[in-house]
Nanobody, 123 residues
Framework: QVQLVESGGGLVQAGGSLRLSCAASGLTFSNYAMGWFRQAPGKEREFVAS????????YYADSVKGRFTVSRDNAKNTNYLQMNSLKPEDTAVYYCAASPLIMSRVTEVYKYWGQGTQVTVSS
Protein backbone atom coordinates (compact mmCIF):
# COMPACT_ATOMS: atom_id res chain seq x y z
CA GLN A 1 0.00 0.00 0.00
CA VAL A 2 1.50 3.29 -1.11
CA GLN A 3 1.48 6.12 1.39
CA LEU A 4 2.67 9.70 1.13
CA VAL A 5 2.62 11.54 4.43
CA GLU A 6 3.24 15.27 4.58
CA SER A 7 4.42 17.04 7.71
CA GLY A 8 5.89 20.37 8.75
CA GLY A 9 2.97 22.66 8.13
CA GLY A 10 1.81 25.24 10.62
CA LEU A 11 1.23 28.90 11.34
CA VAL A 12 3.99 31.38 10.52
CA GLN A 13 4.26 35.13 10.17
CA ALA A 14 4.86 36.74 6.82
CA GLY A 15 8.54 36.63 5.97
CA GLY A 16 9.06 33.44 7.93
CA SER A 17 10.07 29.97 6.81
CA LEU A 18 8.77 26.43 6.98
CA ARG A 19 10.10 23.13 5.69
CA LEU A 20 7.60 20.55 4.55
CA SER A 21 8.48 16.88 4.39
CA CYS A 22 6.81 14.10 2.45
CA ALA A 23 7.64 10.57 3.61
CA ALA A 24 6.89 7.84 1.09
CA SER A 25 6.33 4.15 1.70
CA GLY A 26 5.10 1.19 -0.31
CA LEU A 27 6.87 2.23 -3.49
CA THR A 28 10.37 2.38 -4.94
CA PHE A 29 10.85 6.05 -4.23
CA SER A 30 13.71 6.62 -6.66
CA ASN A 31 11.45 5.48 -9.52
CA TYR A 32 9.07 8.38 -8.99
CA ALA A 33 9.25 12.04 -9.81
CA MET A 34 7.74 14.11 -7.01
CA GLY A 35 5.59 17.18 -7.05
CA TRP A 36 4.19 19.69 -4.59
CA PHE A 37 0.81 21.29 -5.09
CA ARG A 38 -1.34 23.55 -2.96
CA GLN A 39 -4.99 24.42 -2.64
CA ALA A 40 -6.36 27.51 -0.97
CA PRO A 41 -10.01 27.76 0.15
CA GLY A 42 -12.30 28.30 -2.81
CA LYS A 43 -9.51 27.86 -5.33
CA GLU A 44 -8.33 25.06 -7.57
CA ARG A 45 -5.30 22.98 -6.73
CA GLU A 46 -2.22 24.57 -8.23
CA PHE A 47 1.28 23.43 -9.01
CA VAL A 48 4.09 24.59 -6.73
CA ALA A 49 7.25 22.62 -7.55
CA SER A 50 8.49 19.32 -8.90
CA UNK A 51 11.69 17.32 -8.84
CA UNK A 52 12.98 14.56 -11.06
CA UNK A 53 13.57 10.99 -9.95
CA UNK A 54 17.26 11.56 -9.36
CA UNK A 55 16.79 15.01 -7.89
CA UNK A 56 18.92 16.57 -10.60
CA UNK A 57 16.17 18.66 -12.16
CA UNK A 58 13.66 20.93 -10.47
CA TYR A 59 10.83 23.11 -11.71
CA TYR A 60 8.89 25.85 -9.94
CA ALA A 61 5.76 27.89 -10.36
CA ASP A 62 6.58 31.52 -11.05
CA SER A 63 4.83 32.54 -7.83
CA VAL A 64 7.34 30.67 -5.65
CA LYS A 65 10.51 30.80 -7.74
CA GLY A 66 13.41 32.15 -5.70
CA ARG A 67 11.59 31.58 -2.40
CA PHE A 68 10.88 27.84 -2.36
CA THR A 69 13.32 24.97 -2.86
CA VAL A 70 12.35 21.38 -3.56
CA SER A 71 14.74 18.54 -2.76
CA ARG A 72 14.72 14.83 -2.07
CA ASP A 73 16.68 12.18 -0.25
CA ASN A 74 16.20 8.87 -2.01
CA ALA A 75 17.98 7.01 0.79
CA LYS A 76 15.32 8.26 3.22
CA ASN A 77 12.36 8.00 0.82
CA THR A 78 11.58 11.62 1.61
CA ASN A 79 10.85 14.73 -0.40
CA TYR A 80 11.17 18.26 1.00
CA LEU A 81 9.86 21.73 0.27
CA GLN A 82 11.80 24.53 1.91
CA MET A 83 9.65 27.66 1.95
CA ASN A 84 11.27 31.01 2.71
CA SER A 85 9.98 34.58 2.63
CA LEU A 86 6.45 33.31 3.07
CA LYS A 87 3.55 35.54 2.11
CA PRO A 88 -0.11 35.47 3.20
CA GLU A 89 -1.02 34.35 -0.33
CA ASP A 90 0.99 31.17 0.27
CA THR A 91 -1.67 30.06 2.75
CA ALA A 92 -3.09 26.74 1.56
CA VAL A 93 -3.13 23.02 2.11
CA TYR A 94 0.06 21.63 0.60
CA TYR A 95 0.10 18.21 -1.02
CA CYS A 96 2.92 16.05 -2.24
CA ALA A 97 2.42 13.67 -5.14
CA ALA A 98 4.34 10.92 -6.91
CA SER A 99 4.57 10.35 -10.64
CA PRO A 100 5.98 7.14 -12.17
CA LEU A 101 6.50 8.97 -15.44
CA ILE A 102 7.90 12.47 -15.56
CA MET A 103 8.05 15.54 -13.37
CA SER A 104 5.25 17.86 -14.38
CA ARG A 105 3.00 20.72 -13.34
CA VAL A 106 -0.01 18.70 -14.50
CA THR A 107 -1.95 16.96 -11.73
CA GLU A 108 -3.06 14.08 -13.96
CA VAL A 109 0.52 12.87 -14.30
CA TYR A 110 0.71 12.08 -10.60
CA LYS A 111 -0.48 8.67 -9.48
CA TYR A 112 -0.26 8.94 -5.70
CA TRP A 113 -1.16 11.82 -3.39
CA GLY A 114 -0.73 12.60 0.27
CA GLN A 115 -3.45 13.91 2.54
CA GLY A 116 -1.98 17.38 2.77
CA THR A 117 -0.61 19.67 5.45
CA GLN A 118 -1.97 23.11 6.28
CA VAL A 119 0.27 26.14 5.92
CA THR A 120 -1.07 29.43 7.24
CA VAL A 121 0.87 32.67 6.82
CA SER A 122 -0.31 35.62 8.88
CA SER A 123 0.26 39.21 7.83
Amino acid sequence: QVQLVESGGGLVQAGGSLRLSCAASGLTFSNYAMGWFRQAPGKEREFVASISKSGGTTYYADSVKGRFTVSRDNAKNTNYLQMNSLKPEDTAVYYCAASPLIMSRVTEVYKYWGQGTQVTVSS
